[in-house]
């Protein structure tokens, strides 16, 4: 009975985290991770393959995503496994961590925190470098933190962090970030003796070389890698949606205001204030975090600051692995330094803020092109027309699928106004269309607009259609046949 009662919180939380994934699933968003996929395939199918973009030369991610395709196909599931094994070794990393450092309440406290942050989700349902990077910088700065109190082992744990970090690098440049910490802990003669970081920079080092031989051997040029990220075509970044877009308050503002992170940077500030009320004695015991954290702060500055790119949330997916450490750290506090109803009471609000951001995000930002996609598959001797966004992502979609040898007509063509034929378009735009509706598609609902129009509120207050569903109706339109009377 002991034992059970022990692991009963786990079995819970893994449950929970189960369901919240299952309802929180992103999956294809036609963008990167179609890059991504389609480069892991030609890694493991293509002996002679030269990448031509930044894209394409990330490995420490292509190369999973290649095997995980190799042993159970490319799909919209099975792709995203390698991203989940990432973050899972993150997490093993972190409760290690924790439970050495502080004890067990922290280390369940960060899986607790994992699980109701709405990124999470996002990071974890969709193919991204981002968890891949944060990973191993991650486990550059905990290695990094251990070394100062690792007597013997300090070299070795050093040359780690240093490799680590290097493996980072090669997986996203904005692992500069981290080395611009190190950087400043160097210049400024603080946690070791200078000569320690020349361990790190010889682990660093050999990270980079073996890249030269792993392009070497793929391409016969070692500088491969360099000659592709100095050439390849800039791509402008997509709006990201974030509420506030002035330039200098707009990445530290999507911190505290985006929905994918609810509430956790400010219980991670709020961790440092109790910290701070704390004795001498657990302050010392939190001590290694510090320095993680204040790694963390250096990277993001560069990042969002330094670089000049846009404050897409997975860009500061390392800095949110650190933060989730800090607010495991202030529940923890709570409950073992003050009241455990008030460690319950600021969890539950944590979790509802959690829920409710992750009910309003857009889980399936490519409605669209998948109902475009099925149209064609219904409709196979047709032309289905529709804006260029979603004849443009339909037929990457249908293309991606196997087994759908459809004649595609050319993005132009679809999107081409026209006055017959099949068309999709979407409820507001279909009220005004003189053609005959086949069928009339509905955008899931988020369940506080559910609630809210159950409970008969909208007569009162309509909530903004945002809050709502994150998609618009869709309407399948036949223009060869008018509309029948009273439709429309």
Known sequence: MKKLSVWFPWLVLMALFSLLMQWAWVGYIISDDFLYIEAAIRWMNDSGYRPTSHWQVRYPLLWPVGLVTQLFGANEFSVAIADILYFALAVILLCWWLRKRVGDIPAFAVCFVFAFTPLTYELLSTVNVDIVAAFWLLASAILFAESKESGRKQALLLLFSGVSVGIAFLSRGTAVGLLAGYGLFFLFGRYMPWQRYVIMGAGFFS????????????????FHRYAVLFTAHHVPEASVGNLVTVPYLEPIAALFLNNEFGLLYFFAAGFLFLLYR????VRSR????????????VHFLVVGYGLGLRAMPRYYTFITLVAAVMAAGFFALLWQRHTRKV?????????????LCIDVSNRDPVFSARIYAEAVKQYPARTVHSDART????????EREAG???????????????????????AGEAATDGGQRIRFIPADRTLIGRAWSALGLNGIYRLPSRLVQANDDLVLIDRSAPSAPGEG
């Open 404 to 426: 759908a040898e459809l004649e595609l007509p050319s993005v132009d063509d679809c999107a081409a106004p026209r006055s017959d034929g099949l068309i999709l378009l979407s």
């Open 278 to 281: 704390s004795g001498t004695e």
């Open 207 to 222: 990270a980079l070389i073996a890249d030269l031989l792993i392009f070497t051997l793929q391409t016969g040029d070692p």
């Open 286 to 297: 939190y001590a290694p975090f510090l320095t993680v954290a204040a790694l963390a702060l």
């Open 343 to 355: 460690a319950v009471m600021t969890a539950s609000v944590f979790v509802a803020v959690s829920l």
């Open 391 to 398: 004849c443009r992502l339909g037929r990457y979609l249908l």
